[in-house]
């Protein structure tokens, strides 16, 4: 049945392993039908990329640069760094316990890419630590973008959760409607599907009218 997919076990989800089962169960999130149900409460706004003279230190910034060198100490605790610049600075992307292939592949020398994160300054240089994405040119548009914000827990990123997230919206399955179709056109109702990706896309999902349709929904999954 189409519905099957719904109530589905988070674990069938790509990506979800034991321990990020484990945490998401201590937000009540066990079955597909739970991340349908967990809405976003507003978003992180990265849509535009800023000049490294137009940083503010304290707020998430997205940024395209130039990778000019790794740096990869070795002496124990003390962090790799990775120097970038734009036409305007230079900044530090600096990472605590990564390994230093992983960071080598996404941050190959003299490649332009974007990055994405907190900006913080530490020995009068900008930096951004362990960013929120890191991604190439051609990939720009899945970053610099209103990306709504969930409510978390300890174990659990933005990044991770919007994958699993996108992942079940965009696999929803197309279910017959239980309201009858007059009384969906006659309120200006969203059908299920389009609801569902409305609340989860929307800045002001909760005031939009898809909600007293989506409170039926939560009722119908009772």
Same mark, same amino acid.
């Given at each position: 049945?189409?519905?099957?997919?719904?109530?589905?076990? $988070?674990? %069938? @989800?790509?990506?979800?392993?034991?321990?990020? &089962? *484990?945490?998401? /169960?201590?937000?009540?999130? =066990?079955?597909? +039908?739970?991340? $349908?149900? %967990? @809405?976003?409460?507003?978003?992180?706004?990265? &849509? *535009?990329?800023? /000049?490294?003279?137009?940083? =503010?230190?304290? +707020?998430?910034?997205?940024?395209?640069?130039?990778?000019?060198?790794?740096?990869?100490?070795?002496?124990?605790?003390?962090?790799?760094?990775?120097?970038?610049?734009?036409?305007?600075?230079?900044?530090?992307?600096?990472?605590?316990?990564?390994?230093?292939?992983?960071?080598?592949?996404?941050?190959?020398?003299?490649?332009?890419?974007?990055?994405?994160?907190?900006?913080?300054?530490?020995?009068?240089?900008?930096?951004?630590?362990?960013?929120?994405?890191?991604?190439?040119?051609?990939?720009?548009?899945?970053?610099?973008?209103?990306?709504?914000?969930?409510?978390?827990?300890?174990?659990?990123?933005?990044?991770?959760?919007?994958?699993?997230?996108?992942?079940?919206?965009?696999?929803?399955?197309?279910?017959?409607?239980?309201?009858?179709?007059?009384?969906?056109?006659?309120?200006?109702?969203?059908?299920?599907?389009?609801?569902?990706?409305?609340?989860?896309?929307?800045?002001?999902?909760?005031?939009?009218?898809?909600?007293?349709?989506?409170?039926?929904?939560?009722?119908?999954?009772?």
């Amino acid at each position: 049945m189409k519905k099957d997919y719904i109530f589905k076990s $988070i674990n %069938n @989800l790509k990506g979800v392993g034991p321990q990020l &089962s *484990k945490y998401l /169960k201590k937000k009540r999130i =066990e079955k597909v +039908k739970d991340i $349908i149900l %967990n @809405l976003p409460y507003g978003e992180t706004d990265r &849509s *535009k990329l800023s /000049k490294l003279n137009e940083l =503010e230190i304290g +707020k998430i910034h997205s940024i395209k640069v130039k990778v000019k060198k790794l740096n990869f100490p070795r002496i124990r605790n003390l962090p790799n760094r990775i120097i970038c610049q734009d036409e305007t600075g230079k900044i530090d992307i600096v990472y605590f316990n990564s390994r230093e292939g992983y960071l080598r592949k996404l941050f190959p020398q003299n490649e332009w890419i974007i990055v994405s994160g907190k900006v913080s300054y530490f020995n009068k240089k900008y930096q951004i630590t362990n960013p929120d994405y890191v991604t190439t040119l051609d990939k720009q548009n899945y970053v610099v973008k209103n990306i709504p914000k969930y409510n978390l827990t300890k174990g659990i990123n933005e990044k991770k959760y919007r994958s699993i997230s996108e992942q079940v919206i965009n696999n929803l399955p197309k279910i017959d409607e239980w309201l009858d179709e007059e009384f969906i056109v006659k309120n200006k109702f969203l059908n299920w599907n389009d609801a569902i990706k409305r609340l989860h896309v929307s800045s002001d999902a909760k005031e939009n009218q898809t909600k007293s349709f989506f409170d039926r929904m939560k009722n119908h999954f009772a």
